[in-house]
């Protein structure tokens, strides 16, 4: 399993998911908006902020999934956002004036879990990249 966990594959693998489930979910938040903020009891003007920034993010991931090494300091990055994703989704079902539904707690519950499975996912394969990757 670690050695799977360990090939530079496995990491851009990884980068790759992550590009696509930000393509999805920024298009989703931008065309459902509205469906969206009634169903998930969230501002649609938070949906169509986040929507446009998952979009941003999911083309920086797909630049450095397809960069042959991938640079280990824009893997940083990534990380980095999606530790901050998870905690800013952490924040809004915790600690904020918002009042998302059920079905928005949930969404905002597994942003929370994915997102750090992800950035841990990501952190695992960047230290294990060979140091000449390390452009």
Do not use: C
């Not at 509205?34 to 920034?53: F, H, I, K, R, Y």
């Not at 539904?101 to 230290?127: D, E, I, N, P």
Request: hydrophobic content about 60%.
């Amino acid at each position: 399993m670690f050695k799977l966990m360990s090939s530079p594959r496995f990491l851009r693998a990884v980068v790759w998911f992550d590009a696509s489930t930000g393509v999805l979910l920024g298009a989703l938040h931008l065309l459902l908006t509205a469906p969206l903020a009634e169903w998930l009891g969230l501002p649609p003007g938070l949906l169509q902020v986040t929507g446009a920034m998952l979009l941003g993010y999911a083309a920086l991931a797909i630049a450095i999934a397809r960069s042959e090494p991938m640079p280990r300091g824009w893997l940083w990055v990534l990380i980095v956002g999606n530790l901050a994703w998870a905690l800013a989704s952490l924040l809004l079902l915790l600690g904020s004036t918002l009042t998302p539904t059920l079905l928005g707690q949930a969404y905002l519950l597994v942003h929370v879990v994915s997102v750090a499975m992800l950035a841990g996912l990501q952190w695992f394969g960047v230290r294990r990249l060979p140091t000449w990757a390390a452009a």
